[in-house]
């Protein structure tokens, strides 16, 4: 492994742990590394989290580190979610830009050739029973590796209505 990736990846890692640890609303955050920096399609990470508070409403994200060398300007995922009563609806087809489509910017934060991006896959969502719920993430592209994906993630928090702030 390149030696200025791993330091970049380290950073990028203490950093992030220290900007999600100040948010009270957090619930639930997780990041699963590729091998090589590429996401082979058989690989399906799953990411299990507990909901204790059915009345509240959440915001679920899906985090993406990606290296400028990732050929594509978007990923698509499939993601499906299971609760303590079995799948919580179907399986859902998620778009995200990693790339500015017309000039090919890079989205989120970055260092380097390295980008960091968070994105509100489901907004506002209700889980109807208290328990554990695992979201598995596949990466839904026409090509069975994808090379320069270095890390998917899911963060979970407390929706915070914009109106009462």
């Excluded at 909901?51 to 993601?79: E, G, H, K, M, P």
């Excluded at 830009?97 to 980008?115: A, C, F, H, N, V």
Aim: with cysteine.
């Amino acid at each position: 492994m390149n030696q200025r990736i791993a330091s970049c990846l380290t950073i990028g890692l203490v950093f992030a742990g220290l900007l999600t640890a100040c948010d009270p609303n957090q619930v639930f955050e997780q990041n699963t590394d590729f091998p090589n920096y590429s996401w082979d399609v058989q690989q399906k990470p799953a990411f299990t989290f507990a909901i204790a508070d059915t009345t509240a409403r959440y915001d679920v994200y899906f985090s993406v580190r990606y290296a400028s060398a990732y050929s594509y300007y978007n990923l698509y995922l499939q993601a499906s979610l299971n609760g303590p009563g079995g799948p919580v609806g179907r399986p859902m087809l998620h778009q995200m830009l990693l790339l500015d489509p017309k000039t090919g910017e890079p989205k989120g934060k970055g260092t380097g050739d390295i980008y960091d991006l968070q994105a509100l896959a489901m907004p506002n969502q209700r889980f109807a029973k208290a328990g554990s719920y695992t979201l598995t993430l596949e990466q839904y592209m026409r090509q069975d590796q994808l090379p320069g994906l270095m890390a998917v993630g899911v963060r979970v928090a407390k929706h915070v209505d914009a109106n009462k702030k």
